[in-house]
């Protein structure tokens, strides 16, 4: 059926409150932060209600038409892109946050709010949501989930579908799927709560989401440390894991390329240590009372440097000074800035590879692009290495040289393609070389028996 009759059908059933065409959706963005193009597509649906979504995808499921869900347009994969020929569904209306239930610790959401949002509601209540990324106040809990987002605390409390007790989804024909438990055992069959999770909008549509909220904690101690090679820094993760009161709540690993860099083109950034050192580590570790838990973590940090893992450091006194620390990492987002054309990568390895690996990108990029800027940096508590490099007026094949390198040295250490950003239109090529034949094809199946005309996301995530 023409693009006309699909128009007109949801026209009829929704109105131009919902629908948009032509002018109105001329000037939005179409793409992701991924660097991927978007196209501006047939016509974009803001709905206000999961019956409405319900009424969209039962329509386009039968008129065979393309549907790409956005949330905040925040992604780094290109799942959220748009063709000429899509519909883009866009939640951003539907953006309620109910109320804290304190008992249960839950707190149920739609998708279209902000993390942020989340986060102060939580906070509000006396609670924490602690899923924490540095897009906070743009990515909303659909995408998050959709693309089972990590952050800065996964070490510590997991990635997103750790904070989710149900989802509610509408699927390619309509249906509406979850019951929107509350309960933390919930053992009734297949899963379809965490199928959803992770899907990136190509197996249904998160509407809303149960979350899981965790105790505020009294305390939390943070401290830039500085440390002589990667053996130091997986000495003091194990130390840490081991000897401090509740654990590690963040371990973010810097390579000084990375920390020379932002400090020197991001305004309003100064090194927290004079000293140059091999690697630096920013570690928060939580507890229960504020005064006992920072003497004890100040007395780790001196048998660490007593020990000579840690070469020296400077131990946040204050919010302030804990938030210039995370001001460092955090300065991520103003690489498409300072760095256009730039091609990040977030991958992942097992914690004893990382060092040998971002080693091995950096110094195979180096050699073959003389000049370029290679940038390591990430969450090494959980495997997490983000790789930026960029190459002056790089052109597309440069650009496809870059990640045959780098995704060649990461499927030969057996690491994975995507820690935390999915796989979305710009992966979909390097899936095999973390997944097999047969994992493939199980996809594929799912993705059959869920969407059988193909109209959630295509193009997005599985090859072919």
Same mark, same amino acid.
């Given at each position: 059926? $023409? ?32 660097? @991927? ?23 386009? =499921? ?10 905040? @347009?925040? %992604? ?13 569904? $866009?939640? #951003? ?14 707190? /149920?959401?739609?998708? %279209? ?33 959709? /693309? ?13 579908? #750790? ?11 309509? $249906? ?8 933390? +055992? ?7 709560? =965490? ?11 998160? /509407?809303?989401?149960?979350?899981? @909220? ?7 101690? /943070? ?14 993760? #194990? ?91 955090? $300065? ?54 983000? @790789? ?31 820690? #935390?950003?999915?796989?979305?239109? +710009? ?19 799912? +993705? ?17």
């Amino acid at each position: 059926m $023409s693009s006309n009759e699909v128009i007109a059908a949801l026209m009829s059933v929704l109105g131009e409150d919902i629908v948009s065409l032509g002018e109105g959706i001329a000037e939005r963005r179409t793409e992701d932060w991924s660097g @991927l193009r978007g196209e501006v597509p047939l016509a974009l649906a803001r709905p206000r209600s999961v019956a409405q979504v319900s009424e969209i995808m039962s329509i386009c =499921n039968h008129h065979r038409q393309p549907v790409v869900v956005q949330g905040g @347009l925040t %992604g780094l994969a290109g799942g959220a892109c748009t063709s000429r020929g899509d519909i883009a569904l $866009s939640l #951003e209306r539907m953006n309620a946050i109910g109320a804290v239930d304190t008992i249960s610790g839950t707190v /149920t959401v739609e998708a %279209g709010a902000t993390l942020e949002a989340v986060q102060q509601a939580a906070e509000a209540a006396g609670l924490m949501f602690a899923l924490d990324l540095g897009a906070r106040g743009s990515c909303t809990i659909g995408g998050n989930l959709a /693309t089972n987002a990590g952050g800065v605390r996964v070490i510590r409390y997991g990635m997103a579908r #750790e904070h989710v007790l149900d989802v509610e989804a509408v699927l390619a024909d309509g $249906s509406v799927i979850g019951g929107l438990h509350r309960m933390v +055992k919930n053992n009734t069959g297949y899963d379809l709560r =965490n199928l959803m999770i992770g899907s990136e909008g190509t197996l249904g549509v998160i /509407t809303r989401a149960v979350l899981r @909220l965790r105790p505020r904690p009294g305390a939390v101690a /943070t401290a830039w440390c500085g440390l002589a090679d990667y053996a130091a820094v997986t000495r003091l993760l #194990e130390c840490a894991q081991r000897d401090l009161e509740a654990g590690v709540s963040a371990f973010e690993v810097m390579w000084p390329s990375f920390v020379d860099y932002v400090t020197g083109s991001v305004a309003g950034l100064r090194r927290p240590l004079g000293s140059r050192h091999g690697y630096y580590v920013l570690l928060e570790a939580t507890g229960s009372q504020a005064c006992a838990h920072q003497e004890r973590f100040e007395g780790f940090l001196a048998t660490m440097l007593e020990n000579g893992v840690i070469e020296n450091a400077a131990i946040a006194q204050s919010r302030a000074d804990a938030q210039m620390f995370w001001r460092v990492r955090d $300065s991520t987002a103003d690489f498409p800035v300072t760095l256009p054309g730039l091609v990040a990568f977030d991958v992942s390895f097992s914690i004893a590879d990382i060092g040998a690996a971002a080693q091995l990108c950096e110094r195979e990029v180096s050699a073959t692009w003389p000049g370029s800027i290679v940038l390591a940096y990430g969450h090494l508590g959980d495997g997490n290495l983000h @790789l930026i490099v960029h190459v002056a007026d790089a052109d597309a094949q440069t650009v496809e040289d870059i990640e045959v390198l780098v995704y060649g040295i990461v499927r030969d250490f057996g690491g994975s393609v995507s820690a #935390e950003h999915g796989i979305g239109a +710009k992966k979909r090529d390097v899936l095999d070389h973390t997944r097999s034949a047969d994992e493939i094809a199980a996809m594929h199946s799912i +993705k059959r028996a869920l969407d059988p005309f193909g109209v959630l996301n295509p193009r997005k995530v599985l090859p072919g």
